[in-house]
């Protein structure tokens, strides 16, 4: 007799977002509160894949728009915890939509990871008459099953995204909340399997975990801001972030990364007194690309809100070397 497969254990971190929220109303998909219901509850209305073990631990309890970098931290470090039991075949992270991009470049950068990490949400509350969550939970947790899978995705409406692609794109629709612009999606869900659109192979998966920012106090991490280049714009912002003890700006760039000229000369000026800038076009969709007439670094297909993280990474990184 062929001996039996072990279960694969799966570990499922609750944060709270619009997949845990509740409304007064199940026709009411707007005027809910995010963050209500606790992880297990959550999973107790969820179809599970046969033959898997499902471990629960609330991590925090928020509306993703109040994420904070103490509960990055906290995340990571619950994330790099279990990533390390050998019976963990993958990682799930319910988490609210409104930054649920920036948390997925964050972890990917800190973390590496070699087993799957997989975060899903909701554009529906829980208490909605067609609620979206349960079903994406079940699928965050099919692919956090996949073997071989390595790196962080996000899993939303049946469409897997790479870390370094995924930025939510509509506000309230289910089935294009989320893209993965230029590059296109992993895969998708089908039939209960997930099915390989294309291989994802980049510096995203290769380049060295920034393992610092998991040791390091979070009050330790570099202060980076985001501004936004636009008709009429300023070097004010930068003069004033500059006095506040900024360690970095990131710049939302017009068109193909470009910059308004008198804010670029401030930006310029601030540079060469050892501020950290980098630049990350405004529109939704498309990569930016550099030219030689650019006086400003350009992030290579980030959102300017995955810069800032990855702005911040960077010099975390260079002051902890």
């Not at 390091?216 to 980076?224: F, G, I, K, N, S």
Request: glycine fraction near 10%; charge should be negative.
């Amino acid at each position: 007799m062929e001996p039996q497969a072990m279960p694969s254990t799966i570990v499922v971190l609750g944060t709270g977002g619009t997949i845990a929220g509740t409304a007064a109303s199940p026709d009411d998909v707007v005027g809910y509160r995010a963050g209500q219901i606790g992880i297990d509850t959550l999973l107790a209305g969820v179809s599970l894949p046969s033959g898997t073990l499902v471990e629960a631990e609330q991590v925090a309890q928020i509306d993703s728009k109040d994420m904070t970098h103490a509960i990055w931290h906290t995340l990571a470090q619950r994330v790099a915890h279990h990533l390390a039991r050998p019976e963990v075949a993958g990682i799930v992270v319910t988490h609210g939509t409104d930054t649920l991009e920036e948390t997925a470049w964050f972890l990917q950068r800190v973390l590496q990871p070699e087993k799957p990490v997989v975060l899903t949400g909701a554009m529906r509350p829980a208490t909605a008459r067609e609620a979206d969550g349960p079903q994406n939970l079940s699928d965050a947790i099919t692919v956090a099953r996949e073997p071989g899978l390595s790196g962080v995705f996000a899993v939303l409406a049946g469409v897997i995204h790479h870390a370094c692609d995924v930025r939510k794109a509509n506000p309230l629709r289910l089935d294009d909340a989320f893209d993965s612009c230029d590059a296109g999606p992993l895969g998708v869900m089908a039939g209960g399997r997930l099915r390989w659109l294309r291989v994802r192979a980049d510096a995203a998966q290769s380049a060295v975990p920034v393992q610092v920012a998991l040791s390091r106090p979070v009050a330790e991490w570099p202060r980076v801001e985001i501004i936004t280049s636009h008709a009429g714009a300023t070097g004010a912002l930068v003069l004033a972030l500059c006095a506040d003890g900024v360690d970095g700006i990131v710049v939302a760039a017009t068109g193909n990364g470009s910059v308004n000229r008198e804010l670029q000369q401030a930006l310029v000026a601030a540079q060469t007194q050892g501020l950290a800038v980098l630049c990350s076009p405004r529109s939704g969709f498309g990569r930016a690309h550099p030219s030689a007439i650019d006086r400003l670094p350009m992030a290579d297909g980030l959102t300017p809100a995955k810069t800032r993280v990855e702005l911040m990474l960077r010099l975390l990184e260079r002051d902890g070397a």
